[in-house]
């Protein structure tokens, strides 16, 4: 069974969560839960619990549905607050029967996704498999202490990191996580927090094994991981262009979705234009991901994601390394900046002097 933890307030990419789950804004033009449904289902794991919040819940069940659309059969399980992942395992319990499972962030993005990482799983059968990568700066995250092959300990944004391998946010568990669940107290900021209930499988005896994650991860949190995985995201994609050209040029590994039309603009990919977006007069560059019914005008636009709806329109300068709520409106009004770097919530409407 899987569990996507899909709570939590996003504070470090509002202005764009105060209206929308944060796991729910699109990279390459797909809603980050997404990515992880869709890992889950390729490694066979179809039954999946999302915990959600009640501020966003409604949400994202409407945008998931029950799942089937992405081969998953969905339950949502409300996580009245948000007191830490181990205690988003003890909401899950009654769901998850007892029994192992697979729990991975909403907010996460692997590559190479977790079918292989879930079968060494079933095979070995551990008390639990925590999956850990390399990082330049592991004081930011929580880091796994090694003596051989083996964990002995996690320590969380450690001054000090004892090694560069940082935990990804996906885990796999056996049953002994309840009971370490329940067994631990909660941590200073008021939650149980998963690295201390893998810590008390250690402690104890238990069986836990690691794997390092082959392929990029990201955790989507902050605007520059965003950007970074929509970059990753669309460096694999496949050119396809359905939608209409009209004295327009499409270069490189481009989408370009039915009912869009570009008139008289350029696209340099790697790039996705959304089903009936408006290009007109327009550059689009590399690493840019324009969503449905956008529309840009007269204006450049390049490594950035624009969301349903938005528009931009009389850009003096290149906007770029920006992320554009729904429906917002961006102009230009006098005068001429040089650089526009931006992260606008949705419904937004600016004019740049």
């Not at 008390?127 to 996690?154: C, F, M």
């Not at 969380?156 to 935990?167: G, I, N, R, Y």
């Not at 490189?252 to 008289?264: D, Q």
């Amino acid at each position: 069974m899987g569990l996507i933890l899909s709570g939590g307030a996003g504070t470090r990419l509002r202005p764009i969560t105060h209206t929308s789950a944060k796991q729910l804004v699109p990279v390459a033009n797909k809603p980050v839960l997404f990515y992880g449904i869709e890992a889950l289902v390729e490694a066979g794991v179809t039954e999946v619990g999302i915990v959600i919040a009640p501020e966003t819940g409604d949400e994202i069940a409407q945008a998931v549905g029950d799942g089937s659309a992405l081969g998953a059969q969905v339950t949502y399980i409300q996580q009245a607050e948000p007191l830490g992942l181990a205690h988003a395992v003890l909401t899950a319990e009654e769901y998850l029967r007892g029994g192992p499972f697979v729990m991975y962030l909403g907010d996460n993005l692997l590559r190479d996704g977790i079918t292989g990482l879930v079968s060494a799983f079933r095979d070995s059968e551990p008390d639990a498999l925590i999956l850990l990568t390399r990082v330049p700066d592991p004081g930011n995250y929580g880091v796994a202490e090694l003596e051989g092959d083996r964990v002995v300990r996690l320590i969380e944004k450690p001054s000090q990191p004892p090694t560069d391998l940082a935990l990804v946010g996906v885990y796999m568990f056996g049953a002994a996580i309840y009971e370490a669940a329940k067994a631990i107290e909660p941590s200073g900021r008021g939650e149980l927090e998963i690295t201390d209930a893998i810590q008390w499988l250690i402690d104890g005896g238990k069986r836990v094994e690691r794997r390092t994650v082959t392929g990029w991860w990201k955790d989507t949190g902050q605007l520059d991981d965003m950007l970074e995985a929509n970059r990753l995201v669309l460096e694999d994609i496949e050119r396809r262009v359905e939608g209409e050209l009209v004295d327009s040029k499409v270069d490189g590994r481009v989408v370009v979705e039915h009912g869009a039309r570009l008139e008289r603009s350029v696209v340099r990919g790697p790039a996705i234009v959304g089903a009936g977006a408006r290009i007109t007069d327009a550059y689009v560059g590399p690493y840019t991901s324009i969503d449905a019914g956008v529309v840009v005008e007269r204006a450049e636009v390049e490594h950035s994601i624009l969301l349903a709806g938005a528009s931009v329109r009389d850009l003096g300068s290149r906007m770029e390394a920006s992320l554009l709520g729904r429906n917002v409106t961006l102009s230009r009004g006098d005068g001429l900046p040089k650089t526009l770097r931006m992260i606008i919530g949705d419904n937004s409407e600016i004019r740049i002097p």
